[in-house]
């Protein structure tokens, strides 16, 4: 399903809700776009995977006359090299660019930071306690930091949504992982009126996660990474973060040494509150960047510390110190994040659920049979393929059954799904089973064949080893095939005791049976599960990405004992040994072979 932006439905899942377009906030002047640059390749606005680069305080580095700024020129020059490789999507400082607030000192950091405007690497500064007069809010009026650092060097970016009258507060929107993100870039010490105006530009954007820069919010002592807030930091939480909860991550220098804190806020949420500084290290910090490597496919965002000043030097002219500065890898700056960036966001940017789609479209040309569990469980399942395959059901006399279920997977085109309650030891569940005279019991798919499911397994219990989810009755024997074990079902899809998937087989050409393995299913979570075979090959496939141990040799259409499929149990020996335990949305069988894009889950 195409949004209007032309964003597909399966990004919004993987990616989160897309956000709104950035809003003009009256009264604050916005950005004109500017072209991109390739330098170091071209971000990728839809990977899920993308970077955002944090630059802590580098005052040590323009400090009057003793300062030098070749370690930030370095770390910029390699955010542009990486900026491809890396998907570098934005570039935050966080205060404290110079030590005494002096427009020489200025002269000097502004064109280090023109080698990122040279190639259109879009970026936030604010103001720490030493660009400007401490003693003073946002409120303070003009300053060397705003000749060079106000509004007026952001206006170009692509990203830049405005800025405070006074000049000391902006906002950036970005584009990665298929949305929007809203990063705020606040002042040393914000007035009432510059937090009012970031409540405002939050409100202005409804439906985007921000992310708060500011120089002071939390602290962490040395020895104990655990961030705490500071007396000012108490008051950006109470005026800003704690009331706002599409605030989900905080960064703020000024203090060190580095820690991390996360804090639940009014809506119960989780906010994470990172501290980062290292002024006090070797060569006032050695340029050293933070990565946040933001992965929406894996819900977590991983952190690493780096000097690429240091990375780019000789090693064999590289000094003691500098080598013990390469890259910090405690704990405390290396991590990851978990984040489950869709539920955390679900209360301002929900993902939209896709609507149901009729049975009658799903019906492509070569379906032979169609079944949705979406409505009361009952004693006959409705082929939908018009081909007359239609399910009966049957239990075991062990006991367990079938529920109806308002559960399914988010692209599943019915909005249901069974419950398959069985087990073994005893033999105990519900299954159904096409007639005997059923249409689709001869069918020996010669030219090729998919068959597709929505499956969410129960549990890993041993209980449910070897559990069945569909097979074609009949043992190899019966079919006229006597190699392996000819008490095997002649076609079988199955999940081991590991909950690999398993298609194991008697093809027509051969005597042996055949079989495709999967990887391990995580319990409790929902997965589309196909085998394709194109008359020669047979491959499977979990949420259309194709699984490793698909074997290369030749194999043509399935043999059949012209009895009945089962759906939802194991047999062996004509035996029903157990029922399915988990969730069924629906299956499929088409005559030919699909390519993934035409998947039910597509």
């Known amino acids: 399903m195409e949004q209007q932006d032309g964003t597909t439905r399966r990004r919004l899942l993987q990616a989160g809700a897309l956000g709104a377009g950035a809003a003009v906030i009256p009264g604050v002047a916005s950005a004109a776009p500017a072209a991109a640059s390739t330098s170091g390749g071209k971000p990728d606005t839809e990977d899920l995977r993308f970077t955002l680069a944090v630059v802590p305080d580098t005052q040590y580095l323009f400090d009057l ?6 370690p930030l020129a370095a770390s910029f020059e390699y955010l542009i090299d990486n900026r491809g490789a890396e998907n570098l999507a934005f570039t935050a400082h966080l205060g404290d660019v110079v030590e005494n607030a002096q427009a020489s000192e200025f002269a000097q950091a502004d064109p280090v930071f023109g080698i990122l405007d040279r190639a259109r690497v879009p970026y936030s500064v604010l103001a720490g306690n ?4 401490a003693s003073k809010d946002d409120q303070r009026g003009d300053s060397a930091y705003l000749h060079v650092f106000g509004p ?7 990203t830049y949504g405005g800025s405070t009258p006074d000049g000391y507060n902006s906002y950036h929107v970005f584009r990665a992982a298929g949305r929007q993100w809203l990063l705020l870039a606040m002042d040393w010490r914000p007035s009432d009126a510059g937090f009012a105006w970031a409540r405002q530009v939050i409100a202005a954007h409804p439906r985007l996660p921000v992310i708060l820069t500011t120089h002071d919010l939390v602290y962490a002592d040395a020895g104990d990474p655990v961030a705490h807030l500071s007396d000012h930091g108490q008051r950006v939480w109470e005026q800003l973060v704690d009331g706002n909860d599409q605030i989900f991550l905080t960064l703020n220098g000024h203090y060190w040494p580095s820690g991390r804190v996360v804090k639940q806020n009014a809506a119960g949420h989780d906010v994470h509150l990172h501290i980062t500084n290292y002024q006090d290290r070797y060569y ?14 894996r ?3 991983d952190v690493e510390t780096i000097s690429p000043w240091i990375l780019g030097q000789n090693p064999a002219r590289r000094s003691l110190l500098a080598e013990g500065e390469i890259e910090l890898t405690d704990d405390t700056n290396r991590f990851s994040v978990p984040i489950d960036f869709a539920e955390r966001f679900s209360g301002f940017a929900p993902v939209p659920v896709r609507p149901a789609r009729p049975a009658a ?14 409505g009361p469980v009952a004693s006959r399942v409705v082929d939908h393929s018009g081909r007359g395959n239609h399910l009966t059901t049957a239990y075991l006399q062990g006991g367990g059954g079938l529920t109806a279920s308002t559960e399914f997977h988010p692209e599943q085109p019915g909005h249901a799904s069974w419950v398959f309650a069985g087990g073994k030891k005893p033999a105990r569940g519900g299954y159904l089973t096409t007639a005997a005279d059923a249409p689709l019991n001869k069918l020996t798919f010669r030219d090729g064949y998919t068959i597709e499911a929505f499956v969410k397994l129960t549990d890993d219990g041993a209980d449910h080893s070897w559990m069945g989810l569909l097979s074609r009755m009949g043992t190899g024997a019966d079919a006229g095939k006597t190699g392996s074990d000819p008490s095997e079902p002649v076609v079988n899809l199955a999940f081991s005791g590991g909950r690999q998937a398993q298609w194991a087989v008697y093809p027509l050409d051969r005597n042996d049976t055949f079989t495709n393995w999967g990887h391990e299913q995580r319990a409790g979570e929902w997965f589309h599960l196909a085998v394709v075979n194109d008359g020669r090959h047979t491959t499977l496939y979990v949420d259309s990405s ?11 259409g399935l043999a059949t004992a012209n ?6 149990a194991n047999h062996y020996a004509n035996t029903i040994e157990q029922a399915f335990a988990g969730h069924l949305g629906e299956l499929r069988i088409v005559d030919r072979p699909l390519q993934p894009e035409n998947f039910l889950n597509t």
């Open 299 to 301: 819900n977590v965002i």
């Open 152 to 158: 007026q060097r952001f206006r170009r970016m692509s």
């Open 130 to 133: 030493h660009d400007i007069d």
């Open 563 to 568: 009895r009945p499929w089962l759906v939802g």
């Open 361 to 374: 479209k799903l019906v492509i040309p070569g379906t032979v049979a169609y079944w949705r569990f979406d």
């Open 65 to 70: 006359d003793r300062g030098d700024g070749a």
């Open 284 to 297: 006032g910090g050695s340029g050293m960047i933070r990565l946040y490597h933001f992965d929406l496919a």
């Open 546 to 556: 194709e699984l490793l141990r698909n074997p290369s040799t030749r194999s043509n």
